[in-house]
C-alpha cells in the first residue's frame, strides 16, 4: 500500500513538471512576410523578412533556417537578441545563389544551443533569382513599416547588449579571456603534433598505440570533408572540432605516456 502511494505520488509530480515545462514552452506565430505572396522570385541581394509574435517566460533567443524539401537550404539567416515578455520580432534570410529554393522556414527559440527545439513552422514558396540591381523593374512592393520599425529595434538592442557586454567586463576578464584564447589553440596545436612526435622516439607497440590520435584526427576530417559536400553548413565550426580532436589525442598520449612509464618501472631491476 506504501510503495502504490510513493507511485502515485512520483507519477503525480512528474506530470506536474512537464505540464510546468509544456507551459513555460514559448510560443511564436507568424504574422505576416515581406514580401508576400504565392510564390515569390527573390533576388540574391534582397532579405525576406518574417514580422513575428512571440510570447515566453524567460529569456530566450529566435533562430529561423529555410528548408526545402526537409533539407536545410544554404542562405544567410539574422541573428537574434534576447526576448522575455510579450510582443513583436523581426527574423530574415537570403538566398546565396540563384535557383535555390525554400518551401518551409522552421523556427527556433532558445539559448542557441544545437538542440533547440522547432516551436514553429511557416510555409512558403521562395525562388532565389538574380540580384535586384539587374532588374529593370522593381521586384517587390514598398517595404511595409514594420520591417524599418523592427529593425531598428533591433539594431538598438543588440547595440545595448553589446554595450552592456563591455561595460560588465573588466581589465581582469579581459586579460583572462586574451590568456585563454592563446592558450586553447596552443594546446590544440600540440594535440595534434604530440602524436607524430611520440610515433618518432616510440617502439613497437608503443609506436603503433602512438597513431591512434592520428587514426582519429583522419577520420574527423574525412567526416567534416564527406558532410560538408553533402551540406555546407553542416560543420561551420570545423576548427574547433579539429581543435577539439587535438586535445583528445593529447589525452590519449598521456595516459599511453603514463603505462609506459609504469611498466617500465615494474620490469627494472630492484
Known amino acids: 500500500m506504501r510503495l502504490r502511494l510513493i507511485l502515485a505520488a512520483l507519477a503525480w509530480l512528474l506530470q506536474l513538471g512537464l505540464g510546468v515545462a509544456q507551459a513555460a514552452a514559448p510560443k511564436i506565430g507568424v504574422i505576416e512576410t515581406y514580401p508576400s505572396g504565392q510564390s515569390i522570385a527573390l533576388p540574391s541581394d534582397q532579405d525576406f523578412y518574417l514580422h513575428l509574435a512571440y510570447e515566453t517566460d524567460q529569456p530566450i533567443g529566435i533562430w529561423i533556417t529555410p528548408y526545402f524539401h526537409g533539407k536545410r537550404v544554404s542562405a544567410g539567416t539574422s541573428p537574434s537578441v534576447t526576448y522575455t515578455g510579450k510582443g513583436e520580432a523581426l527574423a530574415w534570410f537570403f538566398l546565396s545563389q540563384p535557383g535555390l529554393r525554400v518551401d518551409e522556414i522552421r523556427i527556433r527559440a532558445g539559448n542557441g544551443g544545437y538542440d533547440m527545439p522547432v516551436v514553429a513552422t511557416h510555409r512558403v514558396d521562395v525562388t532565389g533569382g538574380r540580384p535586384a540591381m539587374a532588374l529593370n523593374s522593381p521586384w517587390a512592393p514598398e517595404e511595409p513599416q514594420w520591417v524599418a520599425r523592427l529593425r531598428n ?4 538592442q543588440i547595440e545595448a547588449e553589446m554595450h552592456a557586454s563591455r561595460s560588465a567586463t573588466g581589465p581582469a576578464a579581459v586579460l583572462l579571456f586574451g590568456g585563454f584564447m592563446l592558450i586553447v589553440p596552443a594546446l590544440g596545436i600540440a594535440g595534434l603534433a604530440a602524436p607524430i612526435w611520440t610515433m618518432r622516439r616510440w617502439e613497437g607497440g608503443w609506436r603503433l598505440a602512438a597513431a591512434v590520435p592520428l587514426g582519429l584526427l583522419g577520420f574527423v576530417i ?22 577539439l580532436t587535438g586535445f583528445i589525442g593529447l589525452g590519449i598520449l598521456a595516459v599511453l605516456a603514463l603505462m609506459r612509464r609504469l611498466i617500465a618501472t615494474g620490469n627494472s631491476p630492484g
Not at 570533408?225 to 579539429?242: C, G, K, Q, R
Request: charged fraction near 25%; hydrophobic fraction near 40%.
Open 153 to 156: 529595434k533591433s539594431t538598438k
Open 222 to 243: 574525412l567526416r567534416i570533408a564527406v558532410d560538408t559536400s553533402a551540406d555546407p553548413t553542416s560543420h561551420n565550426l570545423w576548427p574547433f572540432e579539429i581543435l
